[in-house]
């Protein structure tokens, strides 16, 4: 990235040679790929907006909770924030209030195996049975069972997360009957 190499003392006239020689392809504002590379749209959308985490079944694929792509890149960013610079036709950009904006961050590799943020597991659930209308039945019980067979699971975590979001008698019914 542009700005990457500036910060790091490398002047502008000597990264476009660079770039030239190369044969280095504009993905992006500031952000090039070799030509036989093809561009990691997660991470590119990633590091024009630092706000930017992925979220739902964008989130879902990430984790391997859903076995299909996503056909949409679902982000969330502070409520408020100005998007502009990130709406493109393929992005469903969701907002969130600051106190729950940052609640079950990590990061994963993208397809690309590029580090990207993301919503963990545990938020990923909270926002399906929180959003479950918006879902496709089977997307929906896809990443439900996936979720709740998976040893490495926090249900501890699912629960104080369900009730920062005031959602925590309905994620109480799924997993009563799941687990």
């Given at each position: 990235m542009t700005l990457q190499a500036v910060e790091a003392g490398i002047t502008k006239p000597f990264l476009s040679k660079y770039i030239t020689a190369?044969?280095?392809?504009?993905?992006?504002?500031?952000?090039?790929?070799?030509?036989?590379?093809?561009?990691?749209?997660?991470?590119?959308?990633?590091?024009?907006?630092?706000?930017?985490?992925?979220?739902?079944?964008?989130?879902?694929?990430?984790?391997?909770?859903?076995?299909?792509?996503?056909?949409k890149i679902c982000v969330t960013v502070p409520a408020k924030y100005n998007t502009s610079h990130i709406k493109y036709s393929n992005v469903e950009v969701h907002y969130a209030q600051s106190e729950i904006y940052k609640l079950g961050v990590c990061e994963v590799k993208s397809s690309s195996q590029n580090l990207v943020r993301v919503y963990d597991k545990e938020r990923c659930i909270c926002d399906l049975i929180k959003d479950r209308k918006k879902y496709e039945v089977q997307l929906f019980q896809t990443a439900m069972k996936e979720y709740m067979s998976n040893k490495e699971k926090r249900i501890s975590t699912l629960i104080e997360y369900a009730e920062k979001l005031n959602i925590r008698d309905e994620v109480m019914k799924y997993v009563e009957v799941l687990v």
């Open positions: 190369h044969h280095m392809e504009k993905a992006a504002h500031g952000i090039y790929n070799e030509e036989d590379v093809w561009s990691d749209e997660l991470f590119i959308i990633q590091m024009r907006s630092k706000a930017v985490i992925f979220s739902r079944q964008t989130a879902l694929f990430l984790h391997g909770m859903i076995d299909r792509e996503y056909s």
